[in-house]
């Protein structure tokens, strides 16, 4: 049964909120390790917060972060999506230059750069790691592949409408290269261009159109590797194009035998096998006025920005243009196969924000457990919302969402943002926020009511847009410290045309 907001904003006094000990600690952690010195005290970042409303506008004196380190060198243009290695050791870009680029994270130096079968007429949009162990038959090598096994597992997306998966392959013993060295191969494609012009029909349910040659390709917004409970021995992805979310079932090619690897070993092709297909629609309640528009989409036709699974409970929210979000829930059926449930849409009433433009959603995260979701605004703010299973008068139950904050004033209003993403320990206190005004934000992710500021400011920017940010996790002791003698880190992408030195992209120790 589907539930939706009751389209009111978020309950609680517009006065700012006492920052909470847990969420101190961790920004202060963060802060500390970005500029050598404490955030202020709680009692000072209190009244710091009592002023807020009536000062909002202007901005802290920004601090230069003395943990930064530059990976140049590689990118020539705007930097799109980057990601982490799961094991930390690599970062992967991705760049309107139409190149993926792969980073040694202790060194922060270039150490790939895959072109392969990629067009320079579409740049590079987003970048995302499938952990090889999640495949059963590579358990036991993952870690020491001393006979050039694959190791890592790449998907890359851009405005082309092609998805393509990168296989890592640690041998060097080819032409003098250094033992453990990657070789990476191109292993398989997805065309969303063209499962829209020809159509896909099968009992999945993937739907198929019709695309004239003339349109523009569909740009890949979304991707993820997805671990769901309801097939758990499935390995699939997630991917967005126009209107549609889409999971693929990856597999390898029975037979696949070529291209090879320097010591002649086969490279394993893959296949995307449709798994199920989700077509939006626009909203007939009135809802879903703050459309993505004017100029950019004269038609006020539907796009999917972002989209994203929650491990915990098989729900996948997608970031639509007409300000909405949805909530759907994965099933698979014995008798009719996987299906996917709308549960509730999340959506503020028309003209909550008077006198800003820019009401379609960019992006969504989850937290950890499936209960929390930020949704980013295109006007430079971040909603919170918390959803609980409830019973009904019918005694059925269902998803009930609830609007619990508006984060603002961290970000410039009337700007967009680009993306949010829960940290900060176990319990992750803390929500980070970037976007077009250069800053990463960092806030309490249990806030309630109107924040005007954010906790710290670590990264400002001013003329350097940031598009993609990605966060390592080790596990930490008690102190807070981490277990492994690897640090985390912090990647930052985005910027502009870099001119005779290109675009860097930012790591950051903490």
Known sequence: MNTHTDGVGPQGSIDQPEVRPNAYREANRLHSAFFGRPLPSTAAANA???????????????????????CMGGHRETIFGLSFSPDGKYMASASQDSTIRIWDVASHRLVATLTEGLDVKFECLRVA??????????????????????????????????????????????????????????????????????????????????????????????????RSKAVPNMNLLLTSANDSIYMWNIVEEDGSSSPQSPNNNAIKRRKFLPHLAVQFSHLDDGRGVNQFGGDRNPDNELYVFDASHSESNDLVGAAL???????????VNSSIGPTCQEECVLSLPPGYFPG????????????????????????????????????????????????????????????????????????????????????VCV??????????????????????????????????????????????HI????????????????????
Not at 369 to 396: D, F, H, K, P, Y
Request: glycine share 12%.
């Open 48 to 70: 710091a917060n009592d002023n807020a409303s009536s000062s909002s506008s202007k901005k802290p004196k920004s601090l230069s972060p003395q943990n930064e380190r530059l």
């Open 443 to 488: 806030w309490d992710s249990f806030s309630v009511g109107e924040v005007l500021s954010p906790l710290c400011t670590l990264i400002s920017h001013s003329n350097y847009p940031i598009y993609a940010l990605d966060i390592t996790d080790n596990e930490r002791n008690s102190n807070g410290e981490a277990n492994d003698v690897q640090k985390n």
């Open 129 to 226: 790691w499938m952990n090889i162990r999640d495949f059963d038959h590579y358990s036991s090598t993952t870690n020491n592949n001393s006979d050039g096994g694959e190791t890592y597992l790449l998907a890359s997306a851009g405005a082309d409408g092609i998805v393509r998966l990168w296989s890592g392959n640690t041998n060097g013993a080819q032409d003098g290269a250094a033992p453990g060295k990657l070789n990476w191969h191109c292993v398989g494609t997805q065309d969303h261009f063209l499962l829209e012009e020809n159509g896909v029909n099968d009992d999945n349910g993937v739907r198929g159109g019709s695309t004239s040659e003339e349109e523009d390709r569909p740009q890949i917004y979304a991707m993820q590797f997805v």
């Open 356 to 439: 800003t433009r820019g009401g379609h959603l960019t992006a969504l995260s989850w937290d950890k457990s499936g209960t929390r979701l930020a949704t980013c605004i295109a006007s430079g703010r971040v909603v919170l919302w918390s959803l609980q299973v409830v019973l009904n008068r019918e005694g059925v139950q269902v998803l009930q969402p609830s609007c619990i904050s508006v984060l603002e004033g961290g970000h410039d209003i009337g700007r967009p943002l680009f993306g949010a993403k829960y940290c900060g320990g176990e319990n992750e206190e803390l929500l980070m926020t970037w976007g077009v005004d250069g800053r």
């Open 321 to 331: 243009s007409d300000g909405t979000c949805r909530i759907l829930s994965h099933h």
């Open 491 to 510: 990647a930052v992408g985005g910027g502009a045309d870099g001119g005779f030195l290109g675009v860097p992209a930012y790591l950051y120790d903490v």
